[in-house]
């Protein structure tokens, strides 16, 4: 039998059920039938999502975009260990409590290397296509037996925790894969020959440093609207980078993609829609400024995104 992917989706749906059953019962929680029901509609996508017709996936995600624009998925306050505990515990564990946030890294390079000589009468244990994800997955439950053992607590008590940090992260956690999603039905909507149309009709192209520039800075600008590196990526590189740097220029598309991506992750520092990366933080620390973290990234940000246009220029070239 080879462990797919699937199962670790099944896992992952069980804990979100589990979390929106928590903040269901949870009597105390301000939102408790919406915020608990988004988390159900998530886990369903993650349980049953595969066998369920494509329309009906869609209309579970426009529900939930519904349920969080209408703020409906909102922070409670569930009980925790004191603060005297959580103290006394950290006191007692002291550099142990690294343990098991190093065992998922490691776990994850010795699946994914390993992962080619698991075969089992010409099956392999793992799946081929997502080796680095099923690694990671497992790390994640090798984490969790780890920290249990090192803390002598339960796995009831790290629900808990999840369903805390679920609470607190709120909606913007699920924001990764739906931004990615998004850039999946732009690319197929041919927003990227829109793009290419605009950009080869405006701006003149010939010049091969200006293609360079349009197609960095146009990643981080899309980056910036859609929240997602991810997102981004097909449009501008099926738009500007693979017509006319790889098929005008000839340049390396390996070297595109990596310092593209890069472009892109500039414009993740610079806008509130890459909400997991820059507004979760400020909600967590209690920022009084809720752009405090994009205004502290946005001078690093500026600055590499002028050293990916010429480093791009120069080493896909070569």
């Avoid at 598309?253 to 829609?273: K, N, Q, R």
Wanted: aromatic content about 10%; overall charge positive; proline content about 5%.
């Amino acid at each position: 039998m080879t462990f797919t992917i699937t199962y670790l989706f099944w896992l992952l749906g069980i804990v979100l059920l589990i979390v929106g059953g928590m903040i269901v019962t949870d009597r105390q929680h301000p939102r408790r039938f919406t915020a608990g029901g988004f988390w159900i509609l998530y886990a369903l996508i993650f349980l049953v999502g595969d066998r369920l017709p494509p329309a009906v996936v869609g209309v579970a995600v426009i529900a939930m975009a519904l349920i969080a624009g209408f703020g409906g998925v909102t922070a409670g306050k569930p009980k925790t260990l004191s603060l005297e505990t959580r103290q006394a515990s950290a006191a007692r564990l002291r550099n142990k409590l690294f343990v098991p946030a190093l065992t998922i890294p490691v776990v994850t390079v010795i699946i994914t290397l390993a992962a080619s000589h698991l075969v089992f009468g010409g099956v392999p244990l793992i799946e081929k296509a997502n080796v680095t994800l099923i690694g990671f997955g497992i790390g994640c439950v090798i984490a969790l037996a780890i920290a249990c053992v090192i803390t002598r607590d339960t796995v009831g008590q790290s629900m808990k925790e999840a369903r805390r940090l679920v609470d607190a992260l709120s909606w913007a956690a699920v924001l990764p894969q739906m931004l990615g999603m998004l850039g999946l039905v732009f690319s197929d909507a041919g927003v990227g020959k829109a793009v290419a149309h605009v950009t080869t009709s405006y701006i003149s192209l010939d010049y091969r440093f200006v293609a360079v520039a349009v197609y960095c800075i146009g990643m981080a600008l899309f980056t910036m609207v859609m929240g997602n590196g991810f997102a981004a990526f097909p449009v501008m590189t099926g738009g500007v980078g693979v017509p006319i740097l790889v098929g005008v220029f000839h340049g390396n598309p390996a070297v595109m993609a990596a310092i593209g991506m890069f472009s892109g992750y500039c414009g993740t520092l610079m806008t509130p829609m890459a909400a997991n990366f820059n507004m979760v933080p400020v909600a967590l620390l209690e920022l009084p400024d809720k752009n405090a973290v994009i205004k502290a990234q946005i001078p690093t940000a500026l600055t590499l995104l002028v050293i990916n246009i010429f480093l791009l220029n120069f080493l896909m070239f070569l």
